[in-house]
C-alpha cells in the first residue's frame, strides 16, 4: 500500500436522454396526480431513454464527457468500472463496451452490481486500485434504464424512476489531504427482497415485452433510507472532525425529498448546502449520484478546497458514503 498516494477526483460528466417524461404524462393510465407525486416524492418529472438508447450508450457518452472535462485522454484510462443493475446485456458487460467504444488500451474492465449504492462502490475499488499503484487513472459510469424495468400499471412504483449515466475520472496524486479522504460501503441481504430488479437484458430481445417487473416496498425502504442516510452523514460528519475539516456541500442519492428533508432534521445538517436534482431526474439508481456530482460541478456549486460528502442507499440492501477534499 502507498500511503503517499492521494485519489483525486479530475472530473466528471453525464448524460441525460432527451425524452422528458413529466408527472402528468402517468395521468392518462394510472390513478395518480401529479399534485401526489408533486408532494410525496419531491418529482416533477424524469428522463427515457428512447429506443436506440441503452444503458452502455449513455454510459459512453457521460464517460466522454467526463474525459473531456478532466482533459484525460482514453488512452491514459487503466481500469474502467460501471455500477448498473440495467446492463445492455450480462455479458459483455457494459465497461467492456465503453472501453471500445472509447478506444482504450485493453485494460481491465468490468461492471459491479450494487444498485443505487454501485457509484459508491466502484469508488472504494477504483480508489484502492489508485492507492496500491495498479492503476493511476479510472474510469467510474453509473448507468441505467430503470424505465425498461418498470411495470406500469403498479403506480406505487413506476413514477419513481428514471434514466441516465454520470461518469468521473479519478487519478493519482501526490497532494497530501486531498482527493478521496474516506470510502466506507455496507450490505445486508436480510431485507433483500424489499426492493427487487429482475433479471433481464435491454432492450428486450426479439421485441419480447417484459415478464417481470421491478417491484420495491416503498414505506419499509423509506424508514430504511432514513435511518441510513442520516447515520451515513454523522459517522462522515465525525470522520471530517477527525481530519479537521468540515462538509461543505452533500451530494445525496436521489430519491425522494422526504428522505433527504427527514435526515437534514435529524443531523441539523443546511438544506442550502445539499445538490436536489431529483425534481427534474426522479431516481436512477446507480447513476444519480454522478449525475447530481456532475450538475453540481456544472452549476458552480463546488470549488478547489471544498470537501464533499456522497451518501447512497439502496437494493440489495446496500449504503455507502464518500468524503472527497476537491
Ligand atoms: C413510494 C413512496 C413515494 C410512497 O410514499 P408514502 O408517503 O410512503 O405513501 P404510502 O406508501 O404510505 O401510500 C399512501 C397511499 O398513496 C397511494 N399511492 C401510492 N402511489 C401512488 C401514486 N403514484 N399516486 C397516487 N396514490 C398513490 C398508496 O396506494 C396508499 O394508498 P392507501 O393508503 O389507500 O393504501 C415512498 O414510500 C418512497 O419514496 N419510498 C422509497 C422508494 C424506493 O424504494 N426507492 C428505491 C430505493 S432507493
Not at 258 to 263: E, F, N, Q, S
Amino acid at each position: 500500500m502507498n500511503d503517499l498516494v492521494s485519489v483525486a477526483l479530475l472530473g466528471t460528466g453525464s448524460s441525460l436522454p432527451p425524452r422528458v417524461v413529466p408527472n402528468d404524462w402517468f395521468e392518462g393510465f394510472l390513478q395518480t396526480s401529479d399534485e401526489w407525486i408533486r408532494t410525496r416524492t419531491g418529482i416533477r418529472e424524469r428522463r427515457y431513454a428512447v429506443e436506440s438508447e441503452t444503458s452502455a450508450s449513455l454510459g459512453i457518452e457521460a464517460a466522454r464527457k467526463a474525459l473531456a472535462n478532466a482533459q484525460v485522454s482514453p488512452e491514459e484510462i487503466d481500469l474502467i468500472i460501471c455500477a448498473t443493475v440495467t446492463p445492455d446485456t450480462m455479458c459483455p458487460a457494459n465497461a467492456n463496451r465503453i472501453q471500445t467504444a472509447l478506444g482504450c488500451r485493453a485494460i481491465p474492465s468490468f461492471d459491479i452490481l450494487a444498485a443505487c449504492t454501485g457509484f459508491l462502490y466502484a469508488l472504494s475499488i477504483a480508489q484502492q486500485y489508485i492507492r496500491t499503484g495498479a492503476a493511476r487513472t479510472v474510469l467510474l459510469v453509473g448507468t441505467e434504464v430503470l424505465s425498461r424495468t418498470l411495470d406500469m400499471t403498479d403506480r406505487n412504483t413506476c413514477i419513481l424512476f428514471g434514466d441516465g449515466a454520470g461518469a468521473a475520472i479519478l487519478g493519482a496524486s501526490h497532494k497530501p489531504n486531498y482527493g478521496v479522504r474516506c470510502v466506507k460501503i455496507y450490505s445486508d441481504g436480510e431485507a433483500a427482497k424489499l426492493i427487487n430488479v429482475p433479471g433481464m437484458v435491454s432492450p428486450p430481445v426479439n421485441g419480447e415485452p417484459m415478464k417481470e417487473f421491478m417491484t420495491i416496498n416503498g414505506r419499509e425502504v423509506f424508514k430504511f433510507a432514513v435511518r441510513k442516510m442520516a447515520e451515513l452523514m454523522q459517522d462522515a460528519i465525525l470522520e471530517c472532525r477527525r481530519m479537521g475539516v468540515e462538509v461543505d456541500y452533500l451530494i445525496p442519492h436521489q430519491v425522494n425529498q422526504r428522505i433527504i428533508d427527514a435526515a437534514l432534521e435529524s443531523t441539523g445538517f443546511p438544506a442550502s448546502k445539499v445538490m436536489v436534482n431529483l425534481n427534474k431526474y426522479g431516481n436512477t439508481s446507480a447513476a444519480s449520484v454522478p449525475i447530481a456530482l456532475d450538475e453540481a460541478f456544472s452549476e458552480g456549486r463546488l470549488g478547489p478546497g471544498k470537501t464533499i460528502l456522497l451518501v447512497a442507499f439502496g437494493g440489495g440492501l446496500t449504503w455507502g458514503s464518500a468524503l472527497i477534499t476537491l
